[in-house]
Structures are given as structure tokens and as C-alpha cells.
């Protein structure tokens, strides 16, 4: 089992956790919690935090905070198996706001620090029309230069998520692994196929094949009807066909 760090950014309102200044003076921001190290897991179990993102709430904003929680998973001395995996990034014009496409690049970074010798590895990405970034290759180690095509994705155009997803898939070949599509989104598919019932379909017939699909959703605006569809649909084929 490998280890896994994981970091999810969920929104909660004002007053649930968050401390109320009865009176300041200037409109300063508040200063925000230290970010301690998260304990270690102990006896194979996960190690959960949760902080926010400020110590408090300004009388005068909109009263939304964000929520930091880091999953932690034990270390372990076994090596993971090789992995076919073909990330396929959102670069459509929405990912411009909320620093969704800031987040896409650091998800792709922290992907590629964790490949490793062995796996396989393909870049898509989408906006009005899909393109293969770099068609799928053994990992070298060289992580720097696809640090460097994960720099240059910017924001631009619709989201044509299906072609997207498709060419994702269609990187994979054959493998002695595990092969998986991930897809990087904020799921507003508004070019092309945008069914959420066509998207579960065909993932859920990936599955069956062993093709994995997993979805991270990104932005307060996210498509959680579709993305989440699309998790459900891998996850009902993966728990039928054990």
C-alpha cells in the first residue's frame, strides 16, 4: 500500500468553528491559524486535521472560510505497483476564477512528485477542443520538464469535457496495472456531450474493463451532479466486478 496525502478544500459559513471579533478597527485581515505539522498515524489508522484557513470572521464579509483538512495515511515498506495513469486537466476559461486553475497545476505537481519509476504517464487537456499534451511514456524521472508543461496550462475558451475524457482514456494501452483516468475539473461541460447519465455510462464500461476513473472537483461552482455521477458510476462497477 502506498502512502497517501490528501487535501480537500470544503466551504463552511461563518459561525460554524469560526470566532466572531465583536469590534475591529480597520479592515485588516485576521491573522491566520499556524500551520503546525500533522502527527504521524499511529497503528495503521489515518491521521485526520482540519484547520481554517483565518482565526476569524470580519463583521463585514461575506462570512465564508475555508476549511483545510490533510488525510494522512500510515507509512508503509511495501512498494506500490506500477501505475498507467492519464491525467486530464480543465484549462477552460472558467478555471480562471477562484484560482481553480492554480489548483489544477498543483494537483498535476503533486501527481508527478509521486510517480515513479515504472509508470506510465500521459497529459491531457481540454477546453473548446481536447489535445494530448504528452501522449502516454514510461517515467523517466525526469519530473522537471513535466513540472515545466504543467506550468505553461492557462485558462481559455469552453469545456469540451467529454472529448477531454475520451482522450484521456484512449492513452491508455495495454498494462500489467492498474490503469486510471484522472480528471481535474470544475465539470462545467458546456461543448459537446454534457449528459451526466452518458458520462456515468461510459465510465462505468471503463470499469469493467479495469479502467479506473476518479474526478477532482474544483471551485465553490463545480458541477457535483456530473462529477459526481461519474465517481458513483466507477465506484457501483468496481464494487460489482470484485
Same mark, same amino acid.
Given at each position: 500500500?502506498?502512502?497517501w496525502h490528501?487535501?480537500l478544500l470544503?466551504l463552511v459559513?461563518a &459561525?460554524?468553528?469560526v470566532?466572531l471579533?465583536?469590534?475591529?478597527g480597520?479592515p ?11 502527527a504521524?498515524? *499511529?497503528?495503521?489508522?489515518l ?5 481554517l484557513?483565518?482565526?476569524a470572521a470580519?463583521?463585514?464579509s ?9 488525510v ?6 511495501h512498494e506500490?505497483v506500477p ?5 486530464v486537466?480543465?484549462?477552460s &476559461?472558467s478555471?480562471g476564477?477562484?484560482g481553480?486553475? /492554480?489548483a489544477a ?5 503533486e501527481?508527478i512528485?509521486?510517480?515513479?519509476p515504472g ?7 481540454f477546453?473548446?477542443?481536447a489535445r494530448?499534451l504528452l501522449p502516454?511514456e514510461v517515467?523517466?524521472?525526469?519530473a522537471?520538464?513535466l513540472?515545466?508543461m504543467?506550468?505553461s496550462?492557462?485558462?481559455? &475558451? &469552453?469545456t ?6 475520451q482522450?484521456?482514456?484512449?492513452q491508455?494501452?495495454?498494462?500489467d496495472g ?8 470544475d465539470g462545467?461541460a458546456?461543448?459537446?456531450e454534457?449528459?451526466?447519465?452518458a458520462f456515468?455510462?461510459i465510465?462505468? *464500461? ?7 476513473s476518479?474526478?477532482i472537483g ?5 458541477n /457535483?451532479?456530473?462529477l459526481e ?7 457501483? /462497477?468496481?464494487?460489482?466486478? *470484485?
Open positions: 500500500m502506498e502512502r490528501v487535501t470544503c459559513a &459561525g460554524a468553528g470566532i471579533a465583536p469590534s475591529l480597520a485588516a485581515l485576521p491573522t491566520p491559524p499556524p500551520l503546525l505539522p500533522v504521524p498515524p *499511529e497503528d495503521g489508522l491521521a485526520l486535521d482540519a484547520r484557513d483565518q482565526s470580519l463583521p463585514w461575506d462570512g465564508t472560510r475555508h476549511l483545510v483538512v490533510t494522512t495515511a500510515p507509512d508503509t515498506d506500490r501505475v498507467d495513469v492519464a491525467l486537466v480543465d484549462t &476559461g478555471m476564477a477562484e481553480k486553475i /492554480e497545476r498543483a494537483a498535476a505537481d501527481l512528485d509521486a510517480l515513479r509508470d506510465r504517464f500521459a497529459l491531457v487537456t477546453d473548446d477542443q494530448v502516454s517515467f523517466d524521472g525526469d522537471a520538464r513540472h515545466r504543467v506550468e496550462l492557462h485558462d481559455d &475558451g &469552453g469540451n469535457l467529454w472529448d477531454g475524457l482522450l484521456g482514456h484512449d491508455l494501452g495495454a498494462f492498474p490503469r486510471k483516468v484522472l480528471v481535474v475539473s462545467i458546456n461543448i459537446g454534457t449528459r451526466p447519465d456515468a455510462s465510465v462505468q *464500461e471503463w470499469s469493467a474493463r479495469g479502467i479506473t476518479s474526478t474544483l471551485g465553490r461552482d463545480f /457535483e451532479t456530473l455521477r461519474m465517481a458513483d458510476a466507477a465506484r457501483s /462497477e468496481e464494487h460489482t466486478s *470484485e
